[in-house]
């Protein structure tokens, strides 16, 4: 059974760091893409970052400059945030699937039960 696992989220203050972990079990993950993606209380899921099979990646411009998201070799996936901002909070979902990093929720196969990010200011 294909499962994402999310770890690393938490409650920090503003201009803070976390760093986001997935681990991805059940298949080989090497040849998809992998992303991250959040959804904020009353707010429609959007995306965040994501990274192909071959290192291609892509921000949201929302965090662009700020976030950095990596890859190992075995299956997991990484969301480093710094100077972290209130708009931040979300719960912070990991997805797998395709080939090319991409925005879009629906070019994913697998996605995780998410981890919930706090940024207090």
């Known amino acids: 059974q294909v499962q994402l696992v999310e770890s690393g989220g938490g409650l920090v203050q503003a201009g803070g760091s976390l760093r986001l972990s997935c681990a991805a079990s059940g298949r080989t993950f090497s040849s998809y893409a992998m992303g991250w993606f959040r959804q904020a209380p009353g707010k429609e899921r959007e995306f965040v970052a994501a990274?192909?099979?071959?290192?291609?990646i892509y921000y949201a411009d929302s965090v662009k400059g700020r976030f950095t998201i990596s890859r190992n070799a075995k299956n997991t996936v990484y969301l480093q945030m710094n100077s972290l901002k209130s708009e931040d909070t979300a719960v912070y979902y990991c997805?797998?699937?395709?080939?090319?990093?991409?925005?879009?929720?629906?070019?994913?196969?697998?996605w995780g039960q998410g981890t919930q990010v706090t940024v207090s200011t």
């Open positions: 990274i192909s099979w071959s290192g291609g």
């Open positions: 997805a797998a699937g395709g080939t090319v990093a991409t925005y879009k929720g629906n070019e994913y196969d697998y």
